[in-house]
């Protein structure tokens, strides 16, 4: 089929690429000119495994190219997918859908004929309903747009994967409509994955769009919980990887992201459980949503945690210390820096007055762009020059996977800091090393630290009492 992709950031250029390797005739469109040309390039503008190697093929097999030009995406097919950003606004937690209006006001008056829009990016519920009413007065006469709703559930790292072998294809048309052609586009378009038996999921624009954003808002949840019992953990000494392990075998709990550490960062899960939590409060229920103002507040807490457990890791006091950071992705397998644990860190040990030197396999550019006060090394042992605590902030396989011999020539003190639990802490006590990790036993101030909130905490509790 002739296809357009609306948009070709993260989501976009994927969707495009992975549509062409499909079978199908993709044009891709985007206002940003410096992009389109990377593109066409063969040039994947973001780190994403795979995926490169996807574009270049279909961009020379010619079932795949990139324009500027609405007017030729229109002219190219009768089906768009719509894959822009929507950032959290500038001043507020609501999602920006700048873009998104942007998009449908530079398509629909060119589009002639009959058109379908499949709307893929993550949207406040509403949008579509409000999206639709637009396409109604920009559409000219004699001209019937559809819209349809289909969220993506991309994970970084394996979005190519996440694109033609998905868990579920959901998608949403009007509910007020008597007949739709989406479904049965949607089922062509995906002929050749809907045979492996993945569910197509068929409902309105509203559960659409809450699907994605309740997915978002669980798996944020579930981090932030198992971070909130480290923080006990912590306190009485508990391990919280054997607790999490444990409940873990609870098919109705399970192991998955019940991992203790950083927490989660990125371009996802933070703004979309704000957005959530502000659409919520624009519908009237405040109440609904009100607990993932709290799982944000965790998951911020656990940075300044971290920043805490390094002081004590190196006497008390960072000031002048020189701290190495091992990752600055907020997660491996990515160069995203949006909103990552690791750079906040790295962030907040340096306002301490720390010297702090970062290394990261593919984030180092968009780092140095984010945090251009910070130090930068070409690899792991040159960050760790001298350095009198190593932080483990991502967890990429070389960081893992290291053994203390690699550093231990290298660093100035034998110390190392797990933010993300995912070392062997024997092999780094046997090696000698002093080795710390978030979620683990209070010790020494760290403890102190804690007696005097539970104090506080409980004089507060013994005033309410009377």
Known sequence: M???????????????????????????????????????????PFFEPGLQDILRRNIASGRLSFTTDHRAAAAHASVHFLGVGT?????????????????????????????????????????????????????????????????????????????????????????????????????????????TGVPLIETDWATAELVKVSANAFLATKISFINAISELCEIVGADVSTLADAIGHDARIGRRFLNAGLGFGGGCLPKDIRAFTARADELGAHRTLGFLREVDAINMRRRTAMVDLVSDAVGGDVLGRNIAVLGAAFKPESDDVRDSPALSVAGQLALRGASVTVFDPKALENSRRTYPMLAYASSGADACDRADAVVVATEWAEFVHMSPDELDEVVRAKVIVDGRRCLDPQMWLDAGWQYHAIGGPVTGRRRERHTANAHVVGHAAQTLRG
């Open 2 to 44: 002739k296809l357009t992709v609306i948009g070709c950031g993260y989501l976009g250029a994927t969707h495009a690429a992975c549509m062409a390797e499909l079978g199908h005739d993709v044009l891709g469109v985007d206002v940003d000119e410096a992009k389109v040309e990377r593109l066409t390039a063969g040039e994947v």
């Open 87 to 195: 950032p959290q606004e500038p001043r507020g937690h609501a999602a920006d859908l700048g873009h998104v209006n942007a998009a449908i006001d530079a398509l629909v008056p060119v589009l002639r004929g009959d058109h379908l829009i499949i709307g893929k990016s993550t949207v406040p519920v509403g949008t579509a309903t409000g999206l639709a009413q637009r396409i109604a007065v920009l559409a000219a006469d004699g001209v019937a747009v559809e819209l349809a709703w289909s969220p993506e559930f991309l994970r970084e790292g394996f979005a190519v994967e996440d694109t033609l072998t998905p868990d579920r294809i959901v998608v949403g048309t009007d509910p007020a409509g008597t007949t739709s052609s989406a479904v049965p586009v949607i089922r062509d378009i995906y002929r050749e994955i809907l045979e």
